[in-house]
């Protein structure tokens, strides 16, 4: 239960047709800070992902996009790929190229999520420097091999 939080920022929505995401509230924008748009620019009215697919031709609808989404957001959708003839959407990991959940990836969207953070609240300034520092002097030390493996 601890890891939670993490996992469910990891996922996202993988578009086939589109009818079970919402386009406001679900993470479905690979790419993304939040993985979903930052803000609707247009007047439509626009609830699932499935509004912006021409399912005739299983295309996204690139004028509704445009006029729809910051260029940045517009971007994002039109390069994700759609699934000839739809089907259901599914869950992915939003860390790995393949939609594959991994351990190495959950840290690393961690580590880079918790620098931002820092970067936003300026906390990376001379504690951090600080840190180094010591972890510079302290491999600098004159020991024994055998000592330097166990400290």
Known sequence: MAGRKALEAGLLKRICDGTSVNIWTDQWLPGKQFLQPS????????????????????????DLIRSNFTPPDADAILNLPLRQGGGDDFWVWAHERSGSYTVKSTYRALMTRNEHLALEEGAITETSENDKQLWTQLWELKVLPKVRVFW
């Open 39 to 62: 803000v609707q620019i247009g007047s439509a009215t626009l609830h699932t992902v499935s509004d912006l697919v021409d399912t005739e031709n299983w295309s996204w609808k690139v």
